[in-house]
């Protein structure tokens, strides 16, 4: 049996949907409670509650006596700081070339449970019949693109990266060995927040061959998911060679 999604997290999704379609921009007053509950079939309870999630996690902005509005992005100055690896060699005086090894779009039947978790896709966006032909792009989850990153002629990066396809659905279209990445999603969906991880791993052999070392060796492997309008829309994986890279900062 599959779930059925909760009432209130449809109205949610409808909304974000809207939201990111460019129907409801910042400042726009969306559909009153009544118009939401009529909508859906539910009471103005239900309404109420994915009204009010939307509005802790900083999307809506409910007024006293006016109604329900999109939130103006205030806190700008807060987004994400993304390093980009571009720009770092650059400033370094390196020269730097990015080369795309592939890109696709990625229906929900190609999905792993680690990106079906982190992007909330459920089980029932599986389709039963996986083996039928279809048009990917009609069916597209995420987009997926890999990349390598070069530093005087030499890999220094490989870049696994995983994009909502609603949220952003030019991604794909983008030529990456001109377009970074990150700065075309910022551009297009501003970070409010995220969360990294930092490991060291041994080198699997198709990172080994992208990175030009021998496999099983150091590499240290950042993790990230960055979130807007409350919702994660890219999840990356970057791999870098051991004795060609290293994290600093600032205390």
Do not use: V
């Given at each position: 049996?599959?779930?059925?999604?909760?009432?209130?997290?449809?109205?949610?999704?409808?909304?974000?949907?809207?939201?990111?379609?460019?129907?409801?921009?910042?400042?726009?007053?969306?559909?009153?409670?009544?118009?939401?509950?009529?909508?859906?079939?539910v009471s103005r309870m239900t309404v109420n509650r994915a009204l009010k999630e939307l509005s802790e996690e900083r999307v809506l902005e409910r007024r006293q006596g006016s109604g329900t509005f999109v939130a103006q992005q205030q806190f700008n100055h807060t987004f994400v700081e993304v390093r980009n690896i571009a720009q770092d060699l650059k400033s370094a005086n390196r020269d730097y070339e990015a080369q795309v090894v592939s890109k696709r779009a990625v229906t929900a039947a190609m999905l792993d449970n680690e990106l079906r978790r982190k992007f909330g896709i459920d089980e029932e966006s599986v389709p039963a019949n996986t083996s039928a032909q279809t048009d990917a792009s009609d069916e597209a989850v995420l987009y997926e693109v890999k990349i390598i990153h070069f530093a005087d002629g030499q890999p220094i990066q490989f870049e696994e990266r995983w994009v909502d396809a609603k949220k952003v659905p030019k991604f794909i279209d983008q030529d990456f060995s001109v377009v970074n990445t990150s700065d075309y999603l910022i551009a297009k969906s501003p970070l409010e927040s995220g969360s990294y991880t930092i490991r060291a791993l041994a080198a699997p052999d198709e990172i080994a061959e992208f990175l030009q070392i021998a496999p099983q060796s150091p590499t240290l492997v950042l993790r990230r998911q960055t979130y807007s309008a409350g919702q994660v829309v890219t999840f990356v994986k970057m791999w870098h060679a051991g004795d060609r890279y290293q994290f600093s900062g600032e205390l």
């Open positions: 049996m599959t779930k059925t999604i909760p009432a209130y997290q449809r109205i949610k999704n409808a909304i974000l949907d809207n939201i990111h379609s460019g129907k409801w921009q910042a400042g726009n007053a969306i559909s009153t409670e009544m118009a939401l509950a009529e909508e859906f079939g």
